[in-house]
Structure formats: C-alpha cells, structure tokens
T-cell receptor
Framework: DADVTQTPRNRITKTGKRIMLECSQT?????MYWYRQDPGLGLRLIYY???????NKGEISDGYSVSRQAQAKFSLSLESAIPNQTALYFC????????????????FGPGTRLTVT | DQQVKQNSPSLSVQEGRISILNCDYT??????FLWYKKYPAEGPTFLIS?????DKNEDGRFTVFLNKSAKHLSLHIVPSQPGDSAVYFC??????????FGAGTTVTVRA
C-alpha cells in the first residue's frame, strides 16, 4: 500500500464551488505539505504543517486553506474555486528526525489533477 | 521570481550514454540540494541529494556535482537506461523543510 495517499485523484469542478482535497499518510511523519505543479513552473509550496497545532503559509497560499485533522491527515480546501487554480496538486510528508542526519527528503503522494471550468 | 532554474526543458539521449542535467540557483542561503524523478501519473520520488559542504555525491549510476561559487549543480546519469525516461526536478532548501523546485527537465532515453 502507498505510504502517502491522495483523494480524489482527478476532479473537475465549476468556478465558485468549494472543493476539498485530502491527504493521508502511514509513514508516521510529523511534517506535511501541499504543493501545486503548473507547466513551466515546477512545484510551489501552498501550506505546510509541523504538527496538528501548527499551520504555516507557503509561497502561494492565497485562495487556499488547510486543516490538519490528525498527525496522519492534512486536507487542502479551495473555498471558491477559480480557473487559474487548475493544476496538479501534491501532498508530501517529511520526518523531523530525518533532518538530524541531514536527509531533507520529502515523500510525495501520487497527486490530484484538478480542473476548474 | 524562481530561485531554482532548469533551463533545459527536455533532453534526449541514447541508451548507454551519459545524461547530464543542469540546475542553477540564485539564493546563496540554500544549503541542501536534491534531485527528484517523476513518472506520469505518479508523485515525485527522491533520487539523490547533496549538502553545501560537499561538491560531489554518488549513488550507483547517479552523481550530483555542486559548484557553490557558480551557484550551479548538475546530475549525471551513467549509463542511461530506458527506465530513466522521466521528468527530473532540481530542488534546493535553506533549512530542513522549505524546498524550492525548478521547472523540471524531461529526459527521453532512446533505444
């Protein structure tokens, strides 16, 4: 089974609708992240969380909100979707203890392809 | 403003030859550099990394070189194999959580 899962994998929605993307992990990591990928721009950080009570804005948080319901669950919401939020969204996790050994690696889910019409 | 740049959007190489992927960065605070590989319909997977105290790190067929004075790193894949056909992302971080990614280079390995 995959360590980081995302639901749904694909979603088409209309402008103005509220939508939630969900992420679950079984790696036991305390840190979780949401990124979006756009053609020609790579991955950009939307929000990140170090634990259930810690939420931080990333590079492009406007128009998004997040909720860390448990250590293993981190959801991303678009309160009122707009067409330029059409993108590929990735959830990722990392282990704080890994940084002690210098491994900054983040583990990514398979992605959610979101289309806003 | 992108702080990590991969100026070659694509690279085609013959099987068995060397693939060289390049990455430039602008932020002198970046301390750690990573390469990720991504297949279609999958998330990026970690490939290899290097810290700023080193200039080379090798893992099997993959070697990453770091030139701090030039703010440049490269990934060498020798020999290239068909399974290496994927998108490769360069990433950099000034700490242990904020990764900045390049736009990616699509590698195609020809038989």
């Amino acid at each position: 089974d995959a360590d980081v899962t995302q639901t749904p994998r694909n979603r088409i929605t209309k402008t103005g609708k509220r939508i939630m993307l969900e992420c679950s992990q079984t790696k036991g990591h305390d840190r979780m992240y949401w990124y979006r990928q756009d053609p020609g721009l790579g991955l950009r950080l939307i929000y990140y969380s170090f634990d259930v009570k810690d939420i931080n804005k990333g590079e492009i948080s406007d128009g998004y909100s997040v909720s860390r319901q448990a250590q293993a669950k981190f959801s991303l919401s678009l309160e009122s979707a707009i067409p330029n939020q059409t993108a590929l969204y990735f959830c990722a996790t990392s282990d704080r203890t890994g940084t002690a050994s210098g491994t900054y690696e983040q583990y990514f889910g398979p992605g959610t392809r979101l289309t806003v019409t | 403003d992108q702080q990590v740049k991969q100026n070659s959007p694509s690279l085609s190489v013959q099987e068995g030859r060397i693939s060289i992927l390049n990455c430039d960065y602008t932020n002198s605070m970046f301390d750690y550099f990573l390469w990720y590989k991504k297949y279609p319909a999958e998330g990026p997977t970690f490939l290899i990394s290097i810290s700023s105290i080193k200039d080379k790190n090798e893992d099997g067929r993959f070697t990453v070189f770091l030139n701090k004075s030039a703010k440049h790193l490269s990934l060498h894949i020798v020999p290239s194999q068909p399974g290496d056909s994927a998108v490769y992302f360069c990433a950099a971080s000034p700490n242990d959580y904020k990764l900045s990614f390049g736009a990616g280079t699509t590698v195609t390995v020809r038989a």
